[in-house]
Every structure is written in structure tokens, then in C-alpha cells.
Nanobody, 117 residues
Framework: QVQLVESGGGSVQAGGSLRLSCAAS??????MGWFRQAPGKERERVAV???????DSADSVKGRFTISKDNAKHTLYLQMISLKPEDNAMYYC?????????????WGQGTQVTVSS
């Protein structure tokens, strides 16, 4: 069982930056990632990173968002720069005991990111 607690969301103007954090406890975090869901839209995979640090991100955020993790602190991060109004969404941290290509088993409660134009 894995517990995930996100923090760091908030409201910023377009062009601003935010850093999301996800504190993880428990076993089963071979792959961790960030997802987001805007009202009326499907959930979107933003970025994932595996146990060895191999990361991948969606084309829509490449060059603007960076996923990283601190294994000693059991914490996952998402550094977001050059934020756009289309980045408005609830952001969720997720973890899986399997490869990143598999479905994620554990989810946090989410943290809201609001970008104003």
C-alpha cells in the first residue's frame, strides 16, 4: 500500500512557475508520475519517472515541466515553468509497483493549479 500526498498547487499568472511535491510512503513506487484533469476533459498523463530515473513527459509540457524525485526523501516533484492557461487542472500524483507503461495503482487526492491569462 502506498500513500501519496500532493502539495504546491496554487494560482499564478501566465508565464509563472510552480513546483508540485508528492510525499510518498509505503512500498510500490517503481514508477511515479503526475497526471492532470481539467473540467470536462479526460485525465492526461503529464510526466512519469521510474526507479532508475528514466523520465518521459507529454509533448504539451516538454521544455516547460520537469519531473524529478528525491529517493532519500521519498518525494516526487514537478517543476513547472512558463505556465499557460491551458495548464489549468487538478494535478494528481500516482505510483505503480510496475513499469510506467502499466496502469497506476495508487493515487493522491490532487492539488489544483490555476493559471490566469
Amino acid at each position: 500500500q502506498v500513500q501519496l500526498v500532493e502539495s504546491g498547487g496554487g494560482s499564478v499568472q501566465a508565464g509563472g512557475s510552480l513546483r508540485l511535491s508528492c510525499a510518498a510512503s509505503g512500498y510500490g513506487t517503481y514508477c511515479m508520475g503526475w497526471f492532470r484533469q481539467a473540467p470536462g476533459k479526460e485525465r492526461e498523463r503529464v510526466a512519469v519517472i521510474d526507479l532508475f530515473g528514466s523520465a518521459d513527459s507529454a509533448d504539451s509540457v516538454k521544455g516547460r515541466f520537469t519531473i524529478s524525485k528525491d529517493n532519500a526523501k521519498h518525494t516526487l516533484y514537478l517543476q513547472m515553468i512558463s505556465l499557460k492557461p491551458e495548464d489549468n487542472a487538478m494535478y494528481y500524483c500516482a505510483a505503480s509497483p510496475y513499469q510506467c507503461s502499466e496502469a497506476f495503482r495508487y493515487w493522491g487526492q490532487g492539488t489544483q493549479v490555476t493559471v490566469s491569462s
